[in-house]
């Protein structure tokens, strides 16, 4: 995989989910794919940190079925336009028609909020905040590519809350961004914020934030969403509360989402064309031990390991004793991406002390077996340290301002990034400086305009953000 991840990422990335056993992309159906045991488990480490963030802001699990009525589905008219090309219709059963044909979830505001205008009555009741961890599927039409573009997405962790104020869903808005600024720390994954454009923005909502992050093509990738809905849906669904005056309010409310693009995204920024390189948090592997063995040695290394073993129990531990030349192990754990290997033979043995290889840098360290577990640590930190500072330093040099079309092109049809410039706020300038460039709107930063617009030389309204997504 030599060069690859730069030079040719879409092969390198498939080849990665392969030989580190993250997805098999055989199965029969186009965008559909099947999680292998090791990719299973950092998928569950990814969860149980943003489990972890949203129960500690309120939030609890709950879970909504598959199918949605297509009288529910069809109340909001802006949402049924935004989604009516990939639906999944199921129309039978068995063989007999369905009196009601049933969309598979493409999202769960449908399924979700029928049961809200039932469960919501006062203004006591809320804020009401849940979320729940399900598939959704989608007719995806164009180039699909696993946890990026899916016909199922397997991972999507949806949030819904309700309030009794506009104000309350606003700073609700505020949490949620601050809640994925943590989430997305955790992992190491670097990112843009920006407000969508309104012809852009999640179809009901009054406006979406979305969090894009780029990838070592330079193609930018939407990694999470969160929508102030207003009273939009409440109206739709009669989701009603008697307020403190004791009258009849429509609620306010708001959701946000992840999907599998978030697990893609941190196996990308961190991996290298040896493999992954795993944060240590979600790694399913934390220290992988490959014993020496030489003739007479079996019985005293493996003793050693085993002590080894109890004394860093707090870590999440491999001891490979395969019957396979050290070199072999040495390359599957390499491509797996295990944060810190330790080398344990009969020299160590005398020494009291074990070789310790970092993943990311490469470095070979001797650690004294005395104490081991502290010594681990800060190796542990130290690689994540590390992990995230090389993503944000590779993500900030894709990062552009620019006073010219010509030098916006330039970038576009090189190493592409996130592009940003002055912008007059006009949706018809937007649209044409995205023909005539090719780039993909993006959206706005919270920031006032201080020139001219990039296309029309107007006064600028904002920074506009634009790239090429996939």
């Known amino acids: 995989m030599n060069g690859k991840r730069k030079n040719n990422f879409s092969e390198w990335y498939n080849e990665i989910l392969d030989k580190a056993k993250i997805l098999d992309i055989r199965y029969p159906v186009k965008g559909l794919y099947v999680w292998f045991q090791y990719g299973f488990k950092i998928r569950r480490l990814v969860l149980e940190n943003i489990r972890k963030i949203l129960e500690n802001s309120g939030h609890d699990e709950v879970l909504f079925p598959l199918l949605i009525p297509d009288q529910e589905f069809a109340k909001e008219a802006k949402h049924i336009r935004g989604f009516e090309n990939e639906v999944y219709w199921v129309t039978h059963g068995g063989r007999e028609p369905l009196n009601v044909k049933l969309a598979l979830r493409p999202t769960s505001e449908t399924a979700i909020y029928p049961m809200f205008s039932l469960w919501i009555r006062s203004h006591g009741n809320m804020p009401f905040r849940i979320y729940q961890v399900v598939n959704t599927f989608r007719y995806e039409t164009k180039h699909t590519r696993p946890m990026l573009r899916l016909r199922e997405i397997t991972t999507f962790v949806e949030a819904h809350t309700v309030h009794s104020t506009l104000d309350d869903a606003k700073i609700q808005v505020k949490e949620a961004i601050s809640g994925y600024r943590e989430f997305f720390e955790l992992l190491g994954v670097p990112y843009a914020i920006s407000q969508r454009l309104d012809w852009d923005k999640f179809p009901g909502a009054e406006y979406t934030i979305a969090f894009d992050t780029i990838f070592p093509d330079g193609r930018t990738l939407q990694i999470a969403t969160v929508h102030n809905l207003g009273q939009n849906f409440a109206k739709t669904f009669e989701i009603k509360f008697e307020n403190k005056n004791g009258e009849q309010s429509y609620a306010y409310q708001t959701c946000y989402g992840i999907s599998d693009r978030v697990i893609a995204s941190t196996l990308v920024h961190h991996g290298d064309d040896s493999g992954l390189c795993l944060i240590p948090n979600i790694a399913p592997v934390q220290i992988v031990i490959v014993p020496i063995w030489f003739k007479d040695s079996k019985k005293d290394v493996d003793k050693v390991i085993k002590k080894l073993k109890e004394d860093l129990n ?106 940003r410039f002055e912008w007059c706020g006009d949706r018809g300038c937007a649209k044409t400086l995205e023909v005539e460039t090719g780039s993909n709107l993006l959206g706005t930063l919270n920031a006032d305009g201080q020139g001219k617009c990039l296309r029309c030389n107007k006064e600028s309204k904002g920074i506009l953000q634009v790239g090429r997504t996939y």
Do not use: C
């Open 314 to 419: 707090e870590f999440r531990i491999n001891i490979d004793d395969r019957e396979l030349r050290p070199g072999n192990k040495f390359y599957d754990w390499e491509v797996k991406g295990v944060p810190l290997r330790l080398e344990v033979g009969p020299a160590e043995i005398k020494k009291s002390e074990v070789i310790a290889v970092r993943r990311d840098t490469g470095t070979k360290i001797k650690i004294s077996m005395k104490n081991i577990a502290m010594d681990v640590k800060k190796q542990l930190d130290d690689i994540t340290i590390n992990l995230k500072s090389r993503a944000w330093s590779e993500f900030n040099d894709q990062i552009h301002d620019v006073t010219s079309i010509e030098e916006l092109k330039s970038i576009l049809s090189g190493k592409g990034g996130i592009i």
